[in-house]
């Protein structure tokens, strides 16, 4: 019997290493070896078959040769299938006695988790296996895994009834398991573990019965999304069962109850990364053989049993990422735990306080409670943890000081504090007091991570004796004193913040004296004062340096020069001055950030700038003159501003950074024109080239730029009219035109620029009417200045629908007329002067614009604010009898919505999971892996962003409605957008958004202070095909959020999405005109819709065409695809606004005013 298994155990503890970390390794490895199929040794010999001495049977010789006809084999690894002896072959083993063939392994020796490179992909065996394998009588190893085999599982490996060891893992093979596979009695252990795109899978599991001897299955990653509630039941009637591993299979039920539990020998369960949706079943806690349970990232939710921690066996339990599992901690880490090594509780909702029973898991190596809302102390019986390596309590709200003394530590053979602990993070939380002394006694610590607390005093000298360290945080702590000298000699050391304390003292070479490894220096906000000589070499090789208004000068740090891996650059603020060296230009091709703003550097800067791709440079607020320095490839960020550059745009500016996304060329002394190439920058989000002596007029090109945000092209001497083309940019939000010599009349082409909300046009020459279109086109302006200009007139009534005006300057002009009374309905003017908070546009990455407009109105000035100031600035006009006006207006009617325009919000969801693979492979989207897609951790982040825009700039307070499809993703974005603030227990509110909603790792969403949210059906993206656009059940969503109306869906099943049918693209344009009448019939004025880009696309092509001719153009913009969280804001207008013209419009119906559109239009 022990010939059967040579030359396998070398593969086997590679798997292992795959799907275990260190942790774990231990016990899994443990109990493979209880499976007799795994007792194996001497691998080398099957490789070169040196070891059988037997000669092999004739007729398995005979089939074996039929098997390797059908092989493909590129790398000749099956070139020793030759000569009469197959018991010599590679990858075969024959019984010692008869000669019978008893193992066939063909696995690939570099299977992808070894070989990440992709470098040994040739190994890979491929064509097809014969039915002649089942003529091996003898046959009880096979293993044919990590290879390219295509089609389904042949159906005569069930003829080999001797099996007892099947490997198909990641074979190639896809489509449905054979049923008959359950024929294979003997069998002990199976893996048909499946990847994208070739998985596999099962409906049900009626077939695993049969496998009486089964002590090994596995199945990750394979579709088991159909198998329904009865999969459970099947396993447990598999006697000899060990193991169970099925992580991310799509299983989605869990039963809660089982009528009787027949788990006697199962000691391994793996079934992370699910979707189970419901509370963790309490039979689990009856199974006493468990060894290992891992059911992370299952989207689980209710109470953890507290009967976990009487598993006497149980030495790993995993339920991290799960978000709605709650329990109390002193509950819960109460019990005996008695042969705990792993606990994992990240990302979920624990809470109250660490017991200090936990000290009496005297063999826990891994406690991990990352994101609950741990309260309290951290106990001092944690130094009875002799054996603990890994803690990680952040993000909670731990309070008090970090335990002055541990108990226990002489228990330790160390006689040491927690001898074993490699990894200690208490970031995050709100921790207090000074750091303890025997923080400096860990010796095996590598991490330490005490970042965003309120940590006081100085840093203890002790930290200077841990000699594995190799990250250390104390970032945003309240630390005072020096930095002590003794952390210079942590030769193990690769990152050291200590950035935003309160830290002063001198910064010698002392410090870094035996710092060889360190990659990441950031000392930034504090008070260091960097004291080095001329000719020091650092020991070192940075990568990363931030010293941000430390003392850095006077002169550019000549140690720099060395720094040959530098690609961050950061110190602003840093007392240097005199010019940059030339060496420094030199070796800074490698820099992706450098930000050296608010010093003194001066003189001429190399023309062109030596600088990487995609860089973002920021070399403001010095005093750098000579002409403008460009890069010598396209950046995306280039601020110049508050210099003292002179001459030209240069010509070709757009041409050299293509890519470039704010540009800031502010206060500085240059000249001439702006240049056409300006508008080939289509990426732009901020031109600001203000306080310069630009001449001539705006480039029409600069309306190429459709991402622009910001545009402030004041304090210059541009004339002429406005060019029509900036009515193209459609995402304008602030347009500062003021102190130039512009004339004409107002720009009619600004209508067009519905996101604006700083129109500055003062101190010009424009003449003419104000024109009344203003009240209607800018629905979401804030600050509107046309002082000191030539406008007659009366003021037009429709400026008091400017429900979001906060300033309004008109002085100096010859209006002459009184203010209309409908004035006192602009309630967003507040009566005080005071100027706070700025708001900041067009952001990117640590660059923004910071709004600021004067007004000559006590000598104030103002900028967009999270508060309210001075309104409107008083009428000095020359028209005789103008009328005596108050400084500030009485504020009392409330403005309603005229009902003939509705601004509606357009977002497309964050990314989702299938945007990943499906940008690079359309194809990849017919994966079920992708049903119902969630976020990416990266869509989170979209969506945080576009949360900020919309509270910072006041779109979210506008929004009346918010209309989601019902999708996950659209779900999520929506919420994450345009929710309230993270949620807590109530019984007045329910939370829009449960904790971990879709495995998101997100805390819950409040519906307080948001507004009404509804699902419809109307907007999803394309019907059928693609399983990332099928629902779920809107049972399911109503448990995922609560507070989301989903009333208007007929059904629960997704009865729309159809397997084998895809809704064409006209189909799809006429659900969306359906779905535009339908918002006609909403009673709300502003509404957002988080939908999809297909959807939208479509839609508004559609949608379009009712514009007017003149306005084509522009829309064709307004309509290109979406990206990924990408919002825009539209005023769809009546069409009795315009008259109704039926050659502008492909849609046949009326377009609906007011409500004459029953309710329920949108299920026609």
């Given at each position: 019997?022990d010939s059967?298994?040579?030359?396998v155990?070398?593969f086997v503890?590679?798997?292992?290493?795959?799907?275990?970390y260190a942790l774990?390794?231990k016990?899994i490895s443990?109990?493979?070896i209880v499976?007799?199929?795994i007792c194996?040794?001497?691998?080398?010999f099957?490789?070169s078959?040196?070891?059988?001495?037997v000669d092999?049977n004739?007729s398995d010789r005979?089939?074996?040769?039929?098997v390797?006809?059908?092989?493909?084999d590129s790398?000749?690894r099956?070139?020793s299938?030759?000569?009469s002896?197959c018991?010599?072959w590679?990858?075969i083993v024959?019984?010692?006695?008869?000669g019978?063939v008893?193992?066939?392994d063909?696995h690939?020796?570099?299977?992808p988790?070894y070989?990440a490179?992709?470098?040994?992909g040739r190994w890979?065996l491929s064509?097809e296996i014969r039915?002649?394998?089942t003529?091996?009588?003898?046959?009880?190893y096979l293993?044919?895994?990590?290879?390219?085999?295509?089609?389904?599982?042949p159906d005569f490996?069930?003829s080999?009834?001797n099996?007892?060891y099947?490997n198909l893992?990641?074979?190639?093979?896809?489509?449905?398991?054979?049923?008959?596979?359950?024929?294979?009695?003997?069998?002990?252990y199976?893996?048909?573990?499946s990847?994208?795109p070739?998985?596999?899978?099962?409906?049900?599991?009626?077939?695993?019965?049969?496998?009486?001897?089964?002590?090994?299955?596995?199945m990750t990653?394979?579709n088991l999304?159909m198998?329904?509630l009865?999969w459970?039941?099947?396993?447990?009637?598999?006697?000899?069962l060990?193991?169970?591993?099925?992580p991310s299979c799509?299983?989605?039920t869990?039963t809660?109850t089982l009528?009787?539990v027949n788990?006697?020998s199962?000691?391994?369960?793996d079934?992370?990364?699910?979707?189970?949706?419901?509370m963790?079943?309490?039979?689990?806690v009856?199974?006493?053989?468990?060894?290992?349970?891992?059911i992370?990232?299952s989207?689980?939710?209710?109470?953890?049993?507290l009967?976990?921690?009487e598993?006497?066996?149980?030495q790993?339990?995993?339920l991290d990422?799960?978000?709605?599992?709650t329990a109390?901690c002193?509950?819960?880490?109460?019990?005996?735990?008695g042969?705990?090594?792993v606990l994992d509780?990240?990302?979920?909702n624990l809470?109250?306080?660490l017991p200090?029973?936990l000290g009496?898991?005297?063999?826990l190596?891994y406690?991990?409670?990352?994101?609950?809302?741990?309260?309290?102390?951290?106990?001092s019986s944690i130094?009875?943890l002799?054996?603990?390596q890994?803690i990680?309590?952040s993000?909670?709200?731990?309070?008090?000081s970090?335990p002055?003394?541990l108990?226990?530590?002489e228990?330790?053979?160390?006689?040491?504090?927690?001898p074993?602990l490699q990894?200690?993070?208490c970031?995050?939380?709100k921790l207090?007091?000074?750091l303890p002394d025997?923080?400096g006694?860990l010796t095996?610590?590598?991490e330490?991570?005490l970042?965003?607390?309120?940590l006081q005093g100085?840093i203890?000298?002790?930290?200077?004796?841990?000699?594995?360290?190799?990250q250390l945080?104390?970032?945003?702590?309240?630390l005072n004193g020096t930095?002590p000298e003794s952390?210079?000699?942590l030769?193990?050391?690769?990152?050291l913040?200590?950035?935003i304390?309160?830290l002063?003292?001198?910064?010698?070479e002392v410090?870094?004296s035996?710092l060889s490894?360190l990659q990441?220096?950031l000392l930034?906000?504090?008070?260091?004062i960097?004291?080095v000589?001329s000719?020091w070499?650092?020991?070192?090789?940075?990568q990363?340096l931030?010293?941000g208004?430390?003392?850095?000068?006077?002169?550019f740090?000549?140690?720099?020069?060395?720094?040959?891996e530098l690609?961050?650059?950061?110190?602003p603020?840093a007392s240097?001055?005199?010019s940059i060296?030339e060496?420094?230009?030199?070796?800074?091709?490698?820099?992706?950030?450098?930000n050296?703003?608010f010093?003194?550097?001066?003189?001429q800067l190399p023309?062109?700038l030596?600088?990487?791709?995609?860089?973002?440079?920021?070399?403001?607020s010095?005093?750098?003159?000579?002409?403008?320095?460009?890069?010598?490839?396209?950046i995306?960020?280039?601020?110049?501003s508050?210099?003292q550059?002179?001459?030209?745009i240069?010509?070709n500016i757009g041409?050299?950074?293509p890519?470039?996304?704010?540009?800031?060329?502010?206060?500085?002394?240059?000249?001439?024109?702006v240049?056409?190439s300006i508008?080939?920058?289509?990426?732009?989000?901020?031109i600001?080239?203000?306080?310069?002596n630009?001449?001539g007029?705006i480039?029409p090109?600069?309306?190429?730029?459709?991402?622009l945000s910001?545009l402030?092209?004041?304090n210059?001497?541009?004339?002429?009219e406005?060019?029509?083309?900036l009515g193209?940019l459609?995402l304008?939000?602030?347009?500062h035109?003021s102190n130039n010599?512009?004339?004409?009349?107002?720009?009619?082409?600004l209508?067009?620029?519905?996101c604006?909300?700083?129109?500055d046009?003062?101190?010009?020459?424009?003449?003419?009417n104000i024109?009344?279109?203003?009240?209607?086109?800018f629905p979401?302006?804030r600050?509107l200045?046309l002082?000191?200009?030539?406008?007659?007139?009366e003021i037009?009534l429709?400026l008091?629908?400017l429900?979001?005006?906060?300033?309004?300057?008109?002085?100096?002009?010859?209006?002459?007329c009184?203010i209309p009374a409908?004035f006192?309905d602009?309630k967003?003017?507040?009566r005080?002067?005071?100027?706070?908070?700025y708001?900041f546009?067009g952001?990117y990455?640590?660059?923004?614009y910071?709004e600021n407009?004067a007004?000559n109105?006590?000598?104030c000035?103002y900028?967009l604010s999270?508060?309210?100031?001075?309104?409107?600035?008083?009428l000095?006009n020359?028209?005789?009898?103008r009328?005596?006006?108050?400084?500030f207006?009485?504020f009392?009617?409330k403005?309603?919505?005229?009902?003939l325009?509705k601004p509606?919000?357009?977002?497309?969801?964050a990314?989702g999971?299938?945007?990943?693979?499906?940008?690079k492979?359309?194809?990849?989207?017919?994966?079920?892996?992708?049903?119902d897609?969630?976020l990416?951790?990266?869509?989170?982040?979209q969506?945080?962003?576009l949360?900020r825009?919309v509270?910072t700039c006041g779109?979210s307070k506008?929004?009346?409605l918010?209309?989601?499809s019902p999708?996950?993703?659209?779900?999520?974005?929506?919420?994450?957008v345009?929710?309230g603030?993270?949620y807590?227990?109530r019984?007045?509110?329910l939370?829009l958004m449960?904790?971990?909603?879709?495995?998101s790792?997100?805390?819950?969403?409040?519906?307080?202070?948001?507004p009404?949210?509804i699902?419809?059906?109307?907007?999803?993206e394309h019907?059928?095909?693609h399983p990332?656009d099928?629902r779920?059940?809107?049972?399911?969503y109503q448990f995922?959020?609560?507070?989301i109306?989903?009333?208007?869906i007929?059904t629960d099943?997704?009865?729309?999405?159809?397997?084998?049918?895809?809704?064409?693209?006209?189909?799809?344009?006429?659900?969306?005109?359906k779905?535009m009448?339908?918002l006609?019939?909403?009673k709300?004025?502003?509404?957002?819709?988080?939908?999809h880009?297909?959807?939208?696309?479509?839609?508004?092509?559609a949608f379009?065409n009712?514009c007017?001719?003149?306005l084509k153009?522009?829309?064709?913009?307004v309509?290109?695809?979406f990206?990924n969280?990408e919002?825009r804001?539209?005023?769809?207008?009546d069409?009795?606004?315009?008259g109704s013209?039926?050659?502008?419009?492909?849609?046949t119906?009326?377009?609906p005013?007011?409500?004459d559109?029953?309710?329920?239009a949108?299920?026609?």
């Amino acid at each position: 019997m022990d010939s059967i298994y040579i030359g396998v155990t070398w593969f086997v503890v590679i798997t292992i290493v795959q799907k275990s970390y260190a942790l774990v390794m231990k016990t899994i490895s443990e109990l493979f070896i209880v499976l007799p199929v795994i007792c194996l040794t001497a691998g080398e010999f099957v490789l070169s078959g040196k070891a059988q001495m037997v000669d092999c049977n004739g007729s398995d010789r005979e089939a074996l040769l039929d098997v390797k006809k059908g092989l493909e084999d590129s790398e000749d690894r099956i070139s020793s299938w030759k000569g009469s002896n197959c018991c010599q072959w590679w990858g075969i083993v024959c019984d010692k006695s008869s000669g019978a063939v008893v193992t066939v392994d063909l696995h690939n020796p570099y299977p992808p988790g070894y070989d990440a490179s992709g470098r040994y992909g040739r190994w890979n065996l491929s064509g097809e296996i014969r039915p002649s394998l089942t003529k091996l009588k003898s046959l009880r190893y096979l293993d044919l895994s990590f290879n390219t085999f295509n089609g389904t599982i042949p159906d005569f490996l069930s003829s080999l009834e001797n099996l007892q060891y099947l490997n198909l893992s990641n074979a190639g093979f896809s489509g449905a398991v054979p049923p008959n596979l359950g024929n294979l009695s003997r069998l002990q252990y199976l893996d048909l573990s499946s990847s994208f795109p070739d998985y596999l899978s099962v409906s049900n599991f009626e077939w695993v019965t049969g496998l009486v001897s089964l002590k090994y299955l596995e199945m990750t990653e394979s579709n088991l999304s159909m198998v329904g509630l009865g999969w459970i039941e099947a396993f447990s009637k598999l006697p000899r069962l060990t193991e169970l591993h099925l992580p991310s299979c799509g299983l989605s039920t869990f039963t809660s109850t089982l009528a009787f539990v027949n788990f006697t020998s199962l000691a391994v369960l793996d079934l992370h990364g699910n979707e189970f949706n419901s509370m963790l079943p309490s039979w689990l806690v009856n199974i006493s053989s468990l060894v290992s349970i891992d059911i992370s990232s299952s989207s689980l939710y209710g109470r953890i049993p507290l009967g976990f921690g009487e598993l006497i066996n149980l030495q790993s339990l995993k339920l991290d990422n799960n978000y709605n599992l709650t329990a109390s901690c002193s509950q819960l880490l109460s019990g005996s735990w008695g042969s705990i090594e792993v606990l994992d509780f990240a990302l979920n909702n624990l809470h109250g306080r660490l017991p200090a029973s936990l000290g009496n898991m005297t063999f826990l190596t891994y406690l991990n409670l990352f994101h609950n809302n741990v309260k309290g102390r951290i106990p001092s019986s944690i130094g009875k943890l002799c054996n603990l390596q890994y803690i990680n309590l952040s993000v909670n709200n731990l309070t008090g000081s970090l335990p002055e003394f541990l108990e226990g530590i002489e228990s330790c053979p160390s006689k040491g504090p927690l001898p074993s602990l490699q990894d200690f993070d208490c970031s995050e939380n709100k921790l207090t007091g000074n750091l303890p002394d025997w923080l400096g006694q860990l010796t095996s610590l590598v991490e330490l991570n005490l970042q965003w607390n309120s940590l006081q005093g100085p840093i203890p000298a002790s930290l200077g004796n841990l000699q594995h360290l190799s990250q250390l945080w104390l970032e945003a702590n309240k630390l005072n004193g020096t930095l002590p000298e003794s952390l210079g000699q942590l030769s193990n050391l690769s990152t050291l913040d200590v950035s935003i304390n309160e830290l002063t003292g001198i910064i010698s070479e002392v410090h870094f004296s035996r710092l060889s490894k360190l990659q990441f220096l950031l000392l930034s906000a504090n008070s260091f004062i960097l004291n080095v000589s001329s000719d020091w070499i650092p020991p070192f090789q940075l990568q990363y340096l931030e010293i941000g208004s430390c003392h850095l000068g006077p002169l550019f740090p000549e140690w720099l020069r060395s720094q040959k891996e530098l690609k961050y650059l950061h110190f602003p603020n840093a007392s240097v001055s005199g010019s940059i060296p030339e060496w420094f230009w030199e070796m800074s091709g490698n820099l992706s950030v450098l930000n050296i703003s608010f010093n003194q550097f001066e003189g001429q800067l190399p023309n062109p700038l030596n600088i990487a791709p995609s860089a973002l440079v920021d070399l403001s607020s010095n005093h750098f003159c000579g002409p403008i320095p460009l890069p010598s490839d396209g950046i995306n960020l280039l601020d110049l501003s508050n210099n003292q550059f002179s001459g030209p745009i240069p010509d070709n500016i757009g041409k050299i950074m293509p890519m470039l996304v704010f540009l800031s060329l502010s206060n500085n002394q240059i000249t001439s024109e702006v240049p056409d190439s300006i508008g080939e920058m289509k990426s732009l989000q901020v031109i600001d080239l203000s306080r310069n002596n630009l001449m001539g007029v705006i480039p029409p090109s600069i309306g190429n730029s459709s991402f622009l945000s910001v545009l402030d092209l004041q304090n210059n001497n541009f004339s002429g009219e406005i060019p029509a083309s900036l009515g193209q940019l459609s995402l304008l939000r602030t347009l500062h035109l003021s102190n130039n010599r512009f004339s004409g009349e107002f720009p009619s082409s600004l209508q067009n620029l519905s996101c604006l909300e700083t129109l500055d046009l003062g101190n010009n020459r424009f003449t003419g009417n104000i024109p009344p279109w203003i009240g209607q086109a800018f629905p979401h302006l804030r600050i509107l200045s046309l002082r000191s200009n030539n406008f007659f007139g009366e003021i037009p009534l429709l400026l008091s629908n400017l429900s979001s005006l906060q300033v309004l300057d008109l002085a100096e002009n010859k209006l002459n007329c009184t203010i209309p009374a409908s004035f006192g309905d602009l309630k967003a003017m507040a009566r005080q002067q005071t100027v706070n908070i700025y708001l900041f546009y067009g952001s990117y990455m640590t660059q923004y614009y910071q709004e600021n407009l004067a007004v000559n109105m006590f000598s104030c000035r103002y900028g967009l604010s999270r508060s309210k100031f001075v309104s409107i600035a008083p009428l000095q006009n020359s028209s005789p009898g103008r009328p005596r006006l108050p400084s500030f207006l009485a504020f009392a009617r409330k403005t309603r919505h005229s009902g003939l325009i509705k601004p509606c919000i357009q977002v497309r969801h964050a990314q989702g999971m299938h945007n990943v693979e499906g940008d690079k492979n359309y194809k990849a989207c017919l994966s079920p892996e992708y049903f119902d897609a969630q976020l990416t951790q990266l869509g989170w982040q979209q969506v945080d962003n576009l949360r900020r825009h919309v509270r910072t700039c006041g779109l979210s307070k506008r929004i009346d409605l918010v209309i989601a499809s019902p999708l996950l993703r659209t779900l999520q974005t929506a919420v994450g957008v345009f929710g309230g603030d993270s949620y807590t227990d109530r019984t007045d509110a329910l939370p829009l958004m449960v904790a971990n909603a879709g495995n998101s790792g997100r805390a819950a969403i409040s519906s307080l202070n948001s507004p009404p949210f509804i699902a419809v059906e109307l907007c999803r993206e394309h019907f059928g095909v693609h399983p990332c656009d099928k629902r779920r059940n809107v049972s399911d969503y109503q448990f995922l959020f609560p507070a989301i109306d989903f009333s208007l869906i007929e059904t629960d099943e997704d009865v729309l999405w159809k397997a084998n049918v895809r809704e064409t693209t006209e189909e799809l344009t006429a659900r969306g005109l359906k779905f535009m009448n339908w918002l006609w019939t909403r009673k709300e004025k502003e509404i957002a819709i988080v939908t999809h880009s297909g959807f939208l696309f479509h839609t508004l092509n559609a949608f379009g065409n009712d514009c007017n001719p003149l306005l084509k153009k522009k829309y064709a913009i307004v309509v290109q695809s979406f990206t990924n969280c990408e919002l825009r804001s539209m005023v769809i207008v009546d069409r009795s606004m315009t008259g109704s013209d039926p050659a502008t419009t492909n849609y046949t119906g009326k377009i609906p005013r007011g409500l004459d559109l029953p309710s329920d239009a949108w299920r026609r």
